[in-house]
């Protein structure tokens, strides 16, 4: 009998604290929050802090060490003046090219500008020749003309043959003129020395009264057009005893 006063006993105590257990817990604002298992893990290290840092592992270290490297030449410093003296070199080809082109355009523009010119003042080259004919034929009419009018003498002077001598005279004169306008000059060597790029020896004859290699006879004067040959003078020089 007493054996099972107990086992009932024991029995309702067990589901009394079944339902307690699965009753859900009221927490109150006193009621402790419950520790995460995260939270109340704490990890300790097995040996001691150490109070003082290795020498060599703070900031102050590590500055110093990179102030070491930046002032120890590196490869990128080296690549970078190699480009930088290759960059210089280049700026000074350039230069002397630029130079050398503007020394060349100046001398073609003042080779063009001597080229204009020639061939400007030379133009009526050919002309010229062609023209300068003419006025020694006048020279020769005139040569012809004096001649024969010294020869007449004062009591049988021809007043015909004298105006027409001075008007044949006059043309030659004004020919001259328009000729020198257009750069066209007759000159006479005659009594100069002689020069072989302007004179053209026909003959040689010894005078004792007259200095060697002068010219004494001026055959057929001569021609330039703008300072330049365009005939030369034929003439007769003093030859040397």
């Known amino acids: 009998m007493l054996k099972q006063v107990i086992s009932k006993s024991a029995r309702a105590v067990c589901s009394n604290s079944r339902t307690i257990a699965q009753r859900p817990l009221l927490r109150t604002q006193f009621s402790p929050a419950p520790l995460s298992?995260?939270?109340?893990?704490?990890?300790?290290?097995?040996q001691p802090e150490s109070a003082e840092k290795k020498e060599g592992e703070g900031p102050t270290a590590q500055v110093e060490a990179q102030d070491g490297e930046a002032s120890k030449p590196s490869?990128?410093?080296?690549?970078?003046?190699?480009?930088?003296?290759?960059?210089?070199?280049?700026?000074?080809?350039?230069?002397d090219k630029y130079l050398?082109?503007?020394a060349d355009f100046r001398n073609l523009q003042d080779r063009t500008q001597r080229e204009m010119k020639a061939a400007?003042?030379?133009?009526?080259?050919?002309?010229?020749?062609?023209?300068?004919?003419?006025?020694?034929?006048?020279?020769?009419?005139?040569?012809?003309?004096?001649?024969?009018?010294?020869?007449m003498g004062e009591e049988?002077?021809?007043e015909d043959l004298i105006n027409f001598y001075e008007g044949v005279k006059m043309t030659e004169t004004n020919m001259l003129q328009t000729?020198?306008?257009?750069g066209l000059e007759r000159f006479d060597p005659e009594g100069e020395k002689?020069?072989?790029?302007?004179?053209?020896?026909?003959?040689?004859?010894?005078?004792?009264?007259?200095?060697?290699?002068?010219v004494f006879h001026v055959q057929q004067k001569g021609f330039k057009l703008?300072?330049?040959v365009l005939r030369a003078a034929k003439v007769g020089v003093v030859k040397g005893q």
């Open 37 to 46: 298992p995260l939270r109340s893990i704490r990890w300790y290290s097995e």
């Open 75 to 95: 490869d990128v410093e080296a690549e970078l003046k190699k480009k930088l003296e290759a960059k210089e070199k280049e700026v000074i080809d350039w230069k």
């Open 100 to 102: 050398r082109s503007v």
């Open 120 to 151: 400007r003042d030379f133009a009526i080259q050919k002309f010229a020749k062609d023209l300068v004919d003419s006025v020694d034929n006048l020279d020769r009419a005139l040569m012809m003309g004096q001649e024969k009018i010294k020869s």
């Open 156 to 158: 049988n002077k021809n």
């Open 179 to 182: 000729l020198q306008k257009h």
């Open 194 to 214: 002689f020069n072989p790029n302007e004179h053209e020896a026909t003959f040689m004859t010894p005078m004792p009264d007259k200095e060697e290699n002068t």
């Open 226 to 228: 703008n300072g330049r």
